[in-house]
């Protein structure tokens, strides 16, 4: 079966991680509006939909949705860091989804909608972890619950079989989109090396 080209990039989804780049798993909700969101980022190399976080291989969405296979609908990025920092990919993780809800995201409700971040490397694990601090205090300030993202290594990464389902408000731009922030904003705390 021959791998699908994305959309807006024009290389095949399954393309190796060219050499100095990072990669990271993000989980945000419905996968379609996130994808968007970071392939509209500067720097950002690729993307795509799939699942991770479960027990299951090869999963269809169908099966994700009936709640049996523990994974989470989430968006591969490839990123060129030297353009777009792990700090900044934070910051548009926190502020363009509410961390704070469990299992659903708005009107989303299943563990396939959770808040979830899976690093590569100990640098992006760092940065997740003390963001996520960060956000926490600011979004306890103005009143809401703990957050309920989880951090953790990448597992698996299973590509959505679906192809529609792939840069899928590219091909129905007004299609369903279910991001939301809260309001609060995330600082961008950028740690520079010594010279």
Known sequence: MTTPIHRIFGRPLDAPVPQGFDQILIGMGCYWGVERLFW??????????????????????????TGQ?????????VYDSSRLSTDRLMQIFWENHNPTQGNRQGNDVGDQYRSL???YNDNQRAIAEASKIDF?????VAGF??????????????????EDHQQYLDRHPDGYCALRGTGVQSPLTERREEI
């Not at 296979?69 to 990025?77: L, N």
């Not at 926490?136 to 306890?140: E, F, P, S, T």
Request: with cysteine.
């Open 136 to 140: 926490d205090n600011r979004l306890a």
């Open 117 to 119: 971040l899976m690093y």
């Open 69 to 77: 296979t523990g994974h989470a609908e989430v968006v591969r990025v």
């Open 40 to 65: 509209e980022q500067e720097g950002v190399w690729m993307t795509s939909v799939g699942f991770a976080g479960g027990h299951v291989d090869n999963p269809t969405y169908k099966q994700v949705c």
């Open 145 to 162: 619950p703990k957050i309920t993202t989880q951090i953790l290594p990448a597992s698996t990464y299973w590509l959505a079989p679906e």
